[in-house]
């Protein structure tokens, strides 16, 4: 027998609570971020990390399995094609959660869930020092170009040197 779910479940069944989560993933991934309760927001969470972690790797097996979950294939393609390279120097933590105020209504706790789009610190470091080893390259490639050159010229003035002096 299958251990069940610790805690209440979103929406009353499994199968409804599979469908809320499969419609705030789409949401999330479709506008970037959204603002929901802070027990879907928690729950949301590892369901979307998930879902991205396989859409790095992009194989059609991912694919397939993330489309299972998210029937909407256009929110799939948006996702493997355009968020997946976004995380690609990012080894997780592709979420950020932020409380806001308790919802008018019903005083529920709120919390806005949104995509970390940004790059990572060690990533943005790892291209500034392959920009500065590459432009260190040129640099030298140039120089070395430079010198054959001045090699070639200074060979052509001494024979011109030893020429005028085989005429006198």
């Known amino acids: 027998m299958p251990t069940p779910k610790k805690g209440a479940r979103l929406g009353g069944s499994p199968h409804n609570q599979k469908k809320i989560l499969s419609n705030l993933a789409a ?12 027990a879907k927001a928690k729950v949301l969470r590892p369901f979307a990390e998930k879902l991205i972690t396989r859409a790095k790797s ?7 399995q993330v489309a299972k979950h ?5 929110i799939v393609a948006h996702l493997f094609n355009d968020l997946a ?7 997780g933590g592709y979420t ?13 706790p709120m ?11 060690s990533a943005e470091a ?3 020092t392959r920009a500065a080893v590459s432009k260190r390259k040129q640099e030298e490639e ?27």
């Open 142 to 168: 140039a120089a070395e170009d430079s010198e054959p050159a001045e090699a070639e010229a200074s060979e052509s003035e001494s024979e011109a040197e030893a020429s005028e002096s085989e005429d006198k």
């Open 58 to 64: 992009g194989t059609l097996h991912d694919r397939r």
């Open 96 to 108: 950020r959660s932020i409380k806001l105020e308790n919802r008018a209504g019903d005083n529920a």
């Open 70 to 74: 998210l029937p909407q294939k256009d």
């Open 85 to 91: 390279p976004h995380f690609e120097n990012r080894d």
């Open 27 to 38: 949401a999330l991934f479709e506008h970037g971020s959204i603002k929901t309760t802070d």
């Open 126 to 128: 790892t291209r500034a």
């Open 111 to 121: 919390t806005q869930i949104s995509l970390v789009l940004e790059e990572t610190v």
